[in-house]
């Protein structure tokens, strides 16, 4: 089964940067539309940004155009999302999710069938 590992959240003020990383072992995510979720405290889960599986069309929630951009390397099988300008109300629990019912970018829930453990990403001075 596809498992997903994501790393590299953490504390950061606010203006500050951080890279997320989607990482896929024993299973290729070539043929797998990918998706950033995050959950806050107390709020449901959104999506965040997604990309087709080719790479060539990607999608973004209004709250983070502009700041936020996804990016797949599928020669080291990982999904990236680089998140700049971070605000306090960025912070939430990320998720990288796996769709095998779409090539699109598409951040429609329901759609992504493999999900990670989450990253935590507070943003706070």
Known sequence: QLQLVESGGGLVQPGGSLRLSCAASEFTLDYYAIGWFRQ????????VSC????????????SVKGRFTISRDNAKNTVYLQMNSLKPEDTA??????SDLTVQAMCVMSLYDYWGQGTQVTVSS
């Open 40 to 47: 806050a405290p107390g709020k449901e889960r959104e999506g």
């Open 51 to 62: 990309i087709s599986s080719s790479g060539e069309s990607t999608n973004y929630a209004d």
């Open 93 to 98: 629990v990320y998720y990288c999710a796996a």
